[in-house]
């Protein structure tokens, strides 16, 4: 039978109701028998994270501060949850024990980690599953990196048992034997290297949203979800700032080719989004060919003119190694026949800006140099543009109609995005454009073409 590992996010495990919740998501599915919780979350806007207490009685300690009360408050939180769900579980000697070992002056990590420490407990009991510390399954290397080898070794053990299993998230074994937390969010990392090592059919991050949406809700008012989306398209779009998992905590279910699926705790029955490998999902042929769009300000456009510099061999590898020489990562290099740009994230040029313009003046000996900054670049992405005729002048017809004015445009040879450069005051304005040209009145559209194709083609020949 095919497992499903389940990360159980903060909000999800926040309190009784919310556990409870998740106790039926568990039930209702025999594979899901690895289950990996986050620390408590906060169950309203002013609430406090379980976890940023734990950080906060180990500043406490550090300065030899009292915080008693602080603990109070996270054993309280705890003792809540065991009574609620009407657990037999002691928790009282793991609780008087983290906070002798804090008072003694346990490390940030330590503290930060037994958020999920004890929340694993907790699920363990609830669910009848097996509590296995995250100490002995998650191995890191003294470099800070996790042991694979090791890790994948001690999953796999773990893989054979029969029965279910909880494993704490965000923590495990550094290479001097003590615990070492991931980065701030990191049980999401857990959830997958779990997925990963015991070789789940799908990687399952239970959340309080519905999935990943196709635009900034922020921007896009209620944005439609992206029901599926390959590893690559969301890349694409992490990258370009949209809010989706962190690329550590994709890296490991990638490359083992498992399906991750983002879900509800609150509504478990949407189907969420599904992230899936490249080569599992055909290409449908709609018009609405996009999976999502994306956006990010700050960045500055630096425009090399130099009459014939089409035929100046190494003038391009000249202009890029002074932003290699200068530590500045580049993002796009969009070039005419005399012209070359050097798209750069505001953040990598502070304060280097000059020595890199002087620079380029000694290494390219340009005819000009324009420098415009406050750009922003939008992805629009979508895996089925290559098959889709008219998808650019779509882009494009959406841009100039909301007045936009574009000032570059890069399409990868993968034809999985186009990238436009706007002026960072017209970035909402342009993803709300292409947003509706391709989905609020693409719809209609793509239905109607995807009838036509159909019939033309029946039974799905291409
Ligand atoms: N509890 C940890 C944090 O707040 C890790 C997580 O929730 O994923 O960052």
């Given at each position: ?104 002056g ?32 998650i ?12 890790t ?28 070492r ?44 979800k ?25 890296f ?91 798209v750069?994230h ?30 922003a ?80 083609n029946?039974?799905g020949?291409?």
């Amino acid at each position: 039978m095919s497992v499903k590992v389940c990360k159980f996010g903060g909000t999800s495990v926040a309190d009784a109701d919310q556990f409870r919740k998740v106790l039926q998501i568990v039930q209702a599915d025999p594979e899901r028998r690895f289950l990996v919780p986050s620390a408590p979350g906060k169950r309203h806007p002013k609430d406090q994270k379980i976890t940023d207490l734990f950080y906060l009685c180990h500043a406490h300690a550090q300065q030899d501060i009292g915080f008693d009360e602080v603990f109070e408050r996270i054993a309280g939180r705890y003792r809540q949850i065991v009574a609620d769900l009407g657990l037999s579980l002691d928790l009282a000697p793991h609780l008087a024990d983290i906070q002798q070992r804090i008072a003694a002056g346990e490390s940030a990590d330590y503290a930060a980690s037994r958020g999920e420490y004890l929340n694993g407990q907790i699920l363990a009991e609830a669910a009848g599953f097996e509590f296995v510390d995250a100490i002995d399954v998650i191995f890191f290397e003294p470099t800070g990196r996790v042991d694979q080898q090791r890790t994948a070794a001690a999953l796999a053990s773990l893989a054979q048992r029969k029965g279910g299993v909880v494993i704490p998230g965000f923590y495990g074994r550094a290479a001097n034997g003590k615990v070492r937390t991931f980065s701030r969010g990191g049980s999401d990392i857990t959830g997958a290297i779990v997925a990963a090592g015991v070789g789940a059919g799908v990687y399952e991050n239970w959340t309080d949203v519905a999935g990943l949406l196709m635009a900034d809700p922020r921007i896009v008012p209620e944005p439609r979800k992206m029901d599926m989306l390959t590893y690559r398209e969301l890349r694409e779009l992490a990258y370009m700032g949209a809010n989706v998992l962190h690329d550590e905590a994709i890296f490991p279910v990638r490359q083992a080719g498992i399906p991750v699926n983002i879900r509800n705790t609150n509504d478990p029955e949407n189907p969420g989004t599904m992230i899936v490998p490249n080569d599992a999902v055909p290409v449908v042929r709609t018009l609405r060919q996009i999976t999502g769009i994306a956006g990010r300000s700050d960045f500055t456009v630096i425009a090399v003119e130099k009459a014939l510099m089409n035929s100046e061999i190494g003038f391009g590898r000249r202009l890029l190694g002074v932003f290699e020489n200068n530590g500045v990562s580049y993002e796009h290099t969009p070039s005419g026949i005399d012209t070359m740009s050097v798209v750069v994230h505001d953040a990598e040029l502070e304060g280097k800006l000059d020595k890199v313009l002087d620079e380029i003046r000694a290494a390219c000996q340009p005819d000009a140099i324009e420098v415009y900054p406050n750009m922003a670049l939008i992805a629009t992405v979508g895996r089925g543009m290559a098959h889709t005729p008219g998808t650019a002048a779509r882009l494009f017809t959406a841009l100039g109609n909301a007045g936009v004015n574009v000032r570059m445009i890069d399409q990868g040879s993968s034809e999985l995005n186009i990238i436009v450069g706007v002026e960072a005051e017209d970035l909402p304005r342009a993803v709300r454009a292409i947003y509706d040209a391709f989905v609020t009145n693409g719809s209609d559209e793509a239905n109607a073409a995807q009838a036509a194709t159909e019939t033309r083609n029946p039974a799905g020949t291409p």
